[in-house]
Each structure stands twice: as C-alpha cells, then as structure tokens.
C-alpha cells in the first residue's frame, strides 16, 4: 500500500521552494507596504471596526471584515497592515498553488507556475489596493480547499479541512462559489486518468 500524503510532510519536503515562493512575493509587493489609503479604501476608514455588531451586519460575507476588526484592533487604521494582511492571502494562495502543481505534476512546474503567478501583474490590484484584499482572501482559501480536496483523495480528514476551507472562501466573498466547478473538473480529468 502506497504511503499516505501528509501536508505538513509534503510543506517539509518542498520548505526551500516555499521559503523562496514567500520572499519573492516580499520583494515583489514591499513597495506597496507604505503607501497610503486611496479613495476606494474609504469604505474601510469610515468602517466603525470598534462595533462589532456593523462587522457582523452582513453574515455572508463576515469573514472579509473581521481580519480588517483585529487589524484596527491592535494597530490601528495603519495602511501597512491592511496591505500586509493582502501579502499574506497572496502567499497563501502562490503556497498552495505550488502544492497543487506539485501534486498533480512534478516540483520544477510546480515552481514555475507559482512563481508566474507570484508576480504576474494581473494579481497586482488584489494585492497593493487594499480594498482589492478580499480577491486575494477568497482565491487563498479556495486555492487551500482544493488543495485539501486533492489530499483527501488518500487521507478522507483532508476533506473536513476543504469544506472547511471553502466555506471560508465562501464568507470571504460569494462569487468563489463560481469556483466549485473546479472540483467537478478535477474529478473529471484527474481521477478519470488515475483509474
């Protein structure tokens, strides 16, 4: 019997390509870190992040505001960490994307796709524009579900942890519940082929 994937094993085995991954997202996106607000980010200054009951105002999608409440929290309405926490989606998400590729194919494609899409330009507005964050949110806990979903194929626990992972998504914005038909794609191309 083939031995059983483990995430933390797998993250183990592949550390210096994730440590580069990470810095290289650092690099990239450090000039934005002291820029300030812009006028689309008015909705964050107006926010009143000291009422719990206004973050909570709109249930669906809860999991968007309440990174911004700890944020004011404990710093303040500092652009640096709203635009840090924004970093912090995007390497989650060129992470997991690195695992996937990893999974499904070898580790040289796998570096090279998440490292394309680590810089690509198009992902630029999710990241530096604060008010774009929530792009960033919801593509990382999608990207983490799918990731779960493909582990869950050998270990069934990683499936609690995609549902999970997707109904985090799911609050972060509903439009990734568009994604959900990547799963049925991957059933259908991968599993298909593995029979």
């Not at 933390?8 to 810095?23: A, R």
């Not at 249930?59 to 840090?84: C, D, E, S, T, V």
């Not at 507005?125 to 008010?131: D, F, K, L, P, R």
Request: aromatic share 18%; proline share 3%; charged share 15%.
């Amino acid at each position: 019997m083939p031995e059983q994937k483990s995430l933390i094993k797998i993250v183990s085995q592949n550390k210096k390509q994730l440590i580069f991954l990470c810095f290289l997202v650092l690099v990239v996106y450090a000039n934005a870190l002291n820029n300030e607000f812009v006028s689309d980010d008015k909705s964050i200054l107006i926010t009143d992040f000291n009422n719990t009951s206004e973050i909570f105002s709109q249930p669906a999608l809860f999991l968007r505001a309440l990174p911004y409440f700890i944020i004011n929290l404990f710093f303040g309405k500092n652009p640096f960490f709203f635009r840090f926490l924004n970093i912090g989606w995007h390497i989650l998400a060129v992470s997991s994307i690195y695992l996937i590729v990893n999974l499904l194919r070898n580790k040289e494609e796998a570096l090279a796709v998440s490292t394309l899409y680590a810089v690509h330009p198009v992902v630029v507005e999710s990241i530096a524009w604060i008010s774009g964050g929530g792009y960033a949110q919801y593509s990382a806990f999608f990207l983490l579900s799918f990731l779960f979903y493909i582990l869950s194929r050998e270990n069934k626990k990683y499936y609690y942890f995609s549902l999970a992972a997707f109904l985090m998504s799911l609050l972060s914005a509903e439009k990734s519940f568009v994604l959900s038909a990547m799963f049925l794609v991957y059933q259908l191309s991968f599993e298909n082929i593995r029979r």
